[in-house]
């Protein structure tokens, strides 16, 4: 019996790269343990959405359509008509042939996974079934979705009337948009699709109504309130847990309107198709989304926005339906934009590469990154008993003319002190319960009161005091996100002056809060025009694509919320919120370029990009694996009289000899002849695998060579220009790194464009695969041994080891990259295939013992008995360790025989990638010791 495992998600991967010898020292004790655990291979996914149980998304072919018509139903017909044994349920049906034929169901009854599959696989017709996974809105992390009740009263309540000299446009000007708007550049005819919770198109900043002729001028939606599937052309959602779809259109395209805030979205003019997929629990089948994505392209959108993910890059290479719909989108003209995902730490030190959800990894998927805002949108001023000014953040002033008490409690993520506050607190509805914000509990974590009898009516965050810039920021949750309980947030001088006042005076009772002053200021942000903590990084597993693509403000950012008690506005952070500010960019680009290829506007924007510095090291700009290309400019896209594309370059192997050339092509569209020239600005290098003691981004930068660094370029043509990216020198490829810049191209005007790149900093061909040691470094790197009978005992393989392959026996054979293929061969002791590395004193000679069997498989062209492991597909780099407990090996037709007593040894051969199968010199390989069995 074989048995192979990837342990602890490959032995704990090297332990970090800490000691090899430590890791696989290690690794093999755990052999027998797990042999005994599992009777199988296992494979680790890192895909974190849940599927739901028995419930699919069937792709089928065309059915009696000899033209293959856009839109028709015999292919449903004919499966319903084949699956006549099934029972199941409709969940949606596809029937646009540009976008994807076929229906997702729900299987009912007490049939078994495996069972409905293998029925499913039979009926005729039916070209793939795929899993349906619950899909979740893009939130940022560590912060619980909103109160999912319903506005309790559907009209608008009477506004707040604020006013103040703060910077509200502060956002728009980040990304130059505020100038387009100056000009009547608002998005006008343009038509977005917006795929989300829903939409309170009753607000007054969203237009007031839905239908042509108003701004949320079409739509549909899948679903009710409580989750279940049901089709009504009215996208309404009123219930503050479906807020993110009011807050997205309000980045998009509010209006300033009177009795709110003097605000405007991206793109003003524009007409938004609001899909409701998600309910008001904010969760969404992957089946769902598609439909949106099926009725988006029905409707003629020219974009689709997506602040949605259904869970961490997969590595395994697996193709989901959802990929097909984005590329058919994209094929059609339809740009898909979407949420690079909110699951980065924000820590200097923990890894954060490959953090990103699907769909935004798709290729045809333009992704988005977060940018903090450089200014907190509101900040409010109060007094206290002692006439000290205190500054808090809120979406809305709070009023209390005659004072409020406050009482502070040590741990606001405690159930029993809030509950022990709630009950000591003389009137609840006139106190301010005050929190401590911690590193374990964030200023929006707060609120364990469940057990309490009675709710607080106010609570006020204290933030720390810390290096870390995130944690120092003001913050804000959705309005309703503690229910009725309305939150403010103190920065750390003011909560220090809060908390002195509040001791000298003798606490509570003793010590009140003045909240008469409905003026309100924005504040600068520490973190401002940086990459925000959540936004998550790239690029894709295998094929290094940059992702994100590019950077939008996302970080606090005001805009419309559901109307009800608590008002119509809410400051909210994420991808979520950089999404549609990227669709709203793209859109003013599109109306000024209405012919302009999804490509080219995304090259515009790109290359017009403004790269941004790390937020832990200002000297450095942060790895483009972090920001794509920078924080947009979307004015500087449109009125750029250049033109570079592509707008993204990946540095890796052009052939198995060549690494780092890439090309761009610089076209000058203006009526003058230009001269650039050519630089480079590195930024973030950074580890897979972080060694001990080092920092997630280190300023270790490429360069580059330029045949010709400077150019003219006449008038109205274009250039192509071929390059060389070169790595940085001290690089560690066993710890699996990515580094990247920036291709600078300046021109005699003195404007500049930069182009952002990420890949490997090393040839994936010419790296070595396997680890391998010498005895003399302490470790034998491969290793081969065996058990004794008991198997207490083990003894490694230096060159003849005798092996009774029932008490057991195996190698460990570490990797150290990503690999295609992986197998171990057995071969006759006396074989003459070359290796790269050996596992024996090639210059002892031995007395072979013949096998009783005859090789009848081959390896490179020499005999083989066949197979101890075969894989492929994606294979994890670390502790490969086949084991056996007998002499079975696998022939190529997949049978399985005992090879008995004789001499043996194991070679294994690891594809290089870029590599072909049955090539020898496109393998890592190495042979192993004379494997001696007896006793069969």
């Known amino acids: 019996m074989h048995f192979e495992i990837c ?90 042939a540009d976008v994807f034929l076929g229906i997702s169901i729900q299987v009912n009854g007490d049939i078994t996974e495996e069972e409905a599959l293998t029925q499913l696989h039979d009926i005729p017709g039916v070209i793939s079934v795929s899993s349906i996974y619950n899909v979740s809105v893009s939130v940022q992390p560590g912060i619980p979705r909103p109160d999912t009740s319903t506005s309790s009263n559907l009209e608008s309540q009477p506004p707040v009337i604020v006013s103040g000299n703060g910077n509200l446009a502060s956002s728009l000007e980040m990304g130059g948009v505020d100038k387009l708007h100056q000009l009547g550049i608002k998005g006008k005819g343009i038509k977005i699709g917006v795929i989300d919770t829903g939409v309170d198109y009753r607000h007054p900043a969203l237009g007031g109504g839905f239908g042509p002729g108003h701004k949320i001028a079409g739509g549909y939606s899948f679903v009710l309130d409580n989750g279940t599937l049901r089709n009504t052309p009215n996208p309404l959602a009123t219930c503050y847990g479906g807020g993110h779809g009011t807050h997205v259109s309000g980045i998009i395209g509010m209006d300033s309107v009177q009795d709110g805030f003097d605000i405007v979205g991206v793109a003003p003019e524009a007409s938004i198709f609001m899909y409701r997929v998600f309910d008001c629990a904010g969760h969404a089948g992957s089946d769902t989304i598609m439909a949106a994505m099926s009725k988006a392209a029905d409707d003629g959108v020219d974009l689709v926005s997506m602040s949605l993910g259904i869970g961490l890059a997969s590595f395994s290479g697996a193709l989901d339906p959802l990929a097909a719909v984005t590329q058919m989108l994209t094929d059609h003209g339809i740009a898909v934009i979407v949420a690079q995902a909110n699951d980065a730490n924000g820590s200097m030190t923990t890894p954060e590469l490959y953090t990103e959800e699907w769909p935004s990894t798709e290729p045809t998927s333009i992704s988005v990154g977060a940018i903090s805002n450089t200014h ?68 929006t974590s707060a609120g364990s009161w469940n057990s309490a ?89 295998h094929e290094y694509d940059l992702k994100p693509q590019i950077s939008a403000p996302g970080g606090h950012v005001l805009s419309t919320w559901p109307l009800g008690p608590l008002g119509g506005y809410a400051i909210l952070s994420g991808t979520s919120m950089a999404t549609p500010y990227l669709a709203g960019c793209f859109a003013l680009v599109k109306s000024q370029f209405p012919t302009a290829s999804i490509a080219e506007i995304r090259a515009r924007l790109q290359v017009n990009a403004e790269p941004v510095p790390w937020v832990f090291n200002k000297s450095m700009l942060s790895a483009t694996v972090q920001q794509g290309a920078g924080l947009v400019n979307v004015y500087d896209a449109i009125f750029a009289d250049t033109k570079i594309s592509p707008g993204q370059l990946k540095v890796s192997d052009v052939s198995k000899t060549a690494y780092g050339l890439v090309n761009i092509t610089v076209e000058n569209t203006s009526p003058n002849s230009k001269t650039y020239s050519m630089s480079h600005q590195g930024a973030g290098y950074m580890d897979y695998y972080i060694p001990s003691g080092k920092k997630n981004q280190e300023p270790m930068f490429g360069t580059t060579h330029f045949p010709t660094p400077s150019l003219t370029v006449p008038a109205g043509t274009s250039i192509n220009v071929q390059f060389s990216i070169i790595p940085p020198q001290g690089v560690v490829p066993s710890n699996l790194p990515v580094f990247g810049g920036f291709i600078k191209v300046s021109d005699s005007d003195g404007k ?35 058990y004794n009978a008991d198997q207490s005992q083990v003894t490694y393989d230096t060159g003849l080891l005798e092996i009774n392959a029932t008490n057991g026996y195996g190698a460990s054979i570490p990797t150290l990259q990503w690999t295609r293929s992986f197998r171990v061969d057995v071969l006759p002791a006396n074989t003459n295939i070359t290796a790269n590395y050996y596992g024996f004193d090639t210059i002892v000679k031995n007395d072979y013992q013949p096998s009783r069997s005859v090789p009848s498989d081959s390896i490179f062209g020499y005999p083989s008995f066949g197979t101890v492991v075969n894989s492929s597909g994606f294979i994890w780099p670390g502790g490969s360790s086949p084991f056996e407990l007998d002499d079975t090996v696998m022939r190529s037709n997949g049978s399985k025989y005992s090879v008995g007593n004789g001499d043996y040894r194991w070679f294994a051969s690891v594809l290089r990638e870029g590599g072909s199968h049955g090539v020898q010199e496109d393998h890592d390989t190495w042979l192993g010791p004379v494997m001696r069995f007896v006793g069969s």
């Open 7 to 96: 342990l602890y998600t490959c032995a704990i991967v090297q332990l970090r790269h800490r000691s090899h010898a430590i890791t696989f020292h290690f690794v093999r004790h755990l052999h027998l343990k797990a042999y005994h655990l599992m009777n199988k291979s296992f494979t680790y996914s890192q895909d974190n959405a849940a599927a739901l149980q028995k419930a699919y998304i069937i792709q089928l072919s065309p059915q009696g359509e000899p033209e293959s018509p856009k839109r028709s139903t015999e292919h449903l017909n004919q499966f319903h008509r084949r699956a006549l044994s099934l029972d199941y349920s409709v969940r949606h049906e596809f029937s646009n």
């Open 376 to 443: 907190f949108p509101l900040v409010y001023s109060a007094t206290d008993s002692v006439g000290a000014p205190i500054q808090y953040a809120s979406v809305y002033p709070l009023d209390f003319l005659n004072g409020a008490d406050v009482y502070i409690i040590n741990d606001g993520c405690s159930s029993t002190a809030w509950t022990d506050a709630l009950a000591a607190i003389k009137n609840v509805s006139q106190t301010i319960i005050a929190f401590g914000v911690t590193t374990g509990c964030q200023a």
């Open 453 to 541: 009898t009675v709710e607080p009516a106010h609570i006020m965050a204290l933030n720390s005091d810390t290096s870390n810039p995130y944690l120092a920021e003001y913050d804000t949750p959705s309005q309703g996100f503690f229910g009725a309980t309305q939150f403010i947030n103190l920065n750390v001088p003011d909560g220090s002056i809060l908390k002195k006042n509040f001791a000298a005076a003798g606490g509570y009772l003793k010590y009140k809060l003045f909240f008469n002053n409905k003026n309100f200021t924005s504040v600068a942000q520490k973190s401002g025009g940086m990459v925000d903590y959540y936004s998550s990084f790239g690029p894709t597993w």
């Open 752 to 786: 500049s464009f930069s182009v952002p790149y990420a890949g490997p900093p090393y040839s994936l061909y010419n790296t070595p695969y396997l680890l391998v040691q010498n005895a003399s470094q302490g470790t034998q790197l491969p290793e081969v041994y065996a």
